[in-house]
């Protein structure tokens, strides 16, 4: 009866806080998480490879690796490697998947607005393209592209890159990697930078310019992510902004 006694209110439970890895603890993971992603893609390549009883040497990987259904199965089988190794790494920390990476659906104000500023600096960077002489895709993804669309791997090149990617690089970048910045020396801001740079890196296959516009793309996405608390507003945006730039390049560009 303690609980109706004024002096002895009842007891409550708070609930402690989810244990998040640190700086070097979310470096380490987020490092492990990128080699499972390679390995995945990897590994679908090897697969094919194997499957049609080719010699399993490096130049049968490169043929078999640069068809269009192949990087697209490769870069599906990223995702469940990656979104592996982040559950590993969460559950030994003993927190919740979904809070820790913030899988919570955003409202329509927020993805509308995502939405907007994602158009405004992609318009931006249109600008100045056009302004150096500079094509708006890189061209080995154009000639990629056009080739999948000759060879009947539209489809499965459109949901590799508007779906498969998106998770797996925002799993990486602005779900696991920002989650244990943010909560070091690092704070928001900086977790937003540094995320932003190793999202930037795993585009190393384009130029400068190129990864100087992905590296502003990961500003926006890591701001927003911050302001909605939500990893699935970023996956949405990430893929609508691929689905973009998948179908004008595919079907519509000339």
Known sequence: MDSLNPD?????MTPAPPR?????GTALWGFLLLVAMFVGQIGAVVLLVVGRGLSLNLASMQLVGAEPQALALSVIMGLPATLLVAWLAIRIRKA???DYLALHWPSWRQIVLGAVGLILIVLAWEVVSRSLGREATPGFMTDLLKSGRDKGGALLLLLAFSLAAPMSEEVLARGFLYRGWSETFLRVP???????????VVHIQYDLYFLA????IGLWFGYMRYRAGSLWLTIVLHGLN???????TTWLGS
């Open 8 to 12: 002895h209110p009842s007891l409550t």
């Open 213 to 216: 516009e992905v590296f502003s």
């Open 242 to 248: 691929n689905m973009t730039a998948v179908v004008l």
């Open 190 to 200: 900086g977790a937003i930078v540094l995320s932003s740079l190793v999202w930037t």
């Open 96 to 98: 919740s998947f979904v």
């Open 20 to 24: 998040v890895w640190k700086f070097w």
